[in-house]
């Protein structure tokens, strides 16, 4: 898989090369390109952005650096990803998905967003993701990008070491994980459920079951209406 970033703010994504992830582009498994949209900007002060029109609070960002920066990455083979709060809700499901593609080029704006036009463009093209991380508004969409690169990374084969992890952990199957413990056996009289020292694997299985269904109907009830 290649992922290709753009955004005013290229060093925010250095912390990818120590990541998980650094092993997986150390392997070749992930490819990763960060691109710096200032260097499509043409003129004397660089500017990326520009009032909007119709009026109203802050800054918007302008067509023609998008997309020349975006013209000289995607292909045929592209899903673009928009970070952004008006966007889909980005989930397990989703990241299983992107895990699946090619190439994904995430488009990180700042200020109050990217011009409409950009996102209008390339959707006739190719397909064009705009994912929001929850609900609540970011300052631009690089912390977005950066967590939906580890959610997807980390599904891609090879680069996390145990693959059987990924089939057990939250969202997987719709539910919350059970918790878990290790040594030692007690710890500041807090006891590791006996269970999970029996032996007995079928029971262990069960009980795991029943607190990932306990947990979810506990924290998450959205999860067990929307399944
Ligand atoms: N899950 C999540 C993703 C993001 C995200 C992603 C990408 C960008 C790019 C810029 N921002 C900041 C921002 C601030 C305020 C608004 C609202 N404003 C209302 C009036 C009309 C104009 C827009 C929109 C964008 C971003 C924020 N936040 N949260």
Excluded at 26 to 37: N, P, R, S, Y
Excluded at 85 to 92: D, L, S
Excluded at 120 to 149: F, K, P, T
């Amino acid at each position: 898989m290649r992922v290709d970033v753009v955004t005013i703010f290229p060093d925010f994504f250095g912390v990818l090369d120590v990541s998980l992830l650094g092993k997986a582009r150390a392997a070749g498994v992930i490819e990763i390109g960060v691109h710096d949209l200032r260097a499509h900007t043409h003129d004397r002060h660089r500017t990326v952005d520009d009032t909007p029109y119709g009026g109203g609070a802050g800054m918007v960002m302008r067509p023609e650096p998008w997309g020349e920066a975006l013209d000289a990455l995607i292909t045929d083979q592209t899903t673009l990803i928009v970070p952004s709060p008006a966007g889909h809700r980005f989930t397990q499901l989703a990241a299983r998905e992107l895990a699946g593609k090619p190439h994904l080029v995430f488009a990180c704006g700042r200020y109050e967003g990217i011009d409409q036009r950009v996102i209008d463009h390339y959707s006739e093209r190719i397909e064009v993701r705009e994912l929001s991380l929850g609900d609540y508004v970011l300052n631009g969409g690089e912390v977005a990008a950066m967590a939906m690169i580890e959610a997807v990374g980390r599904l891609v084969p090879g680069v996390v070491g145990n693959p059987q992890s990924l089939d057990e952990e939250s969202h997987e199957d719709g539910l919350l994980e059970y918790p878990s413990y290790t040594k030692p056996a007690s710890w500041r009289g807090h006891e590791v459920p006996p269970i999970l020292l029996s032996g007995n694997h079928a029971a262990i299985t069960a009980w795991r079951r029943e607190q990932q269904l306990d947990r979810t109907a506990r924290i998450r009830p959205d999860l067990l209406g929307e399944q």
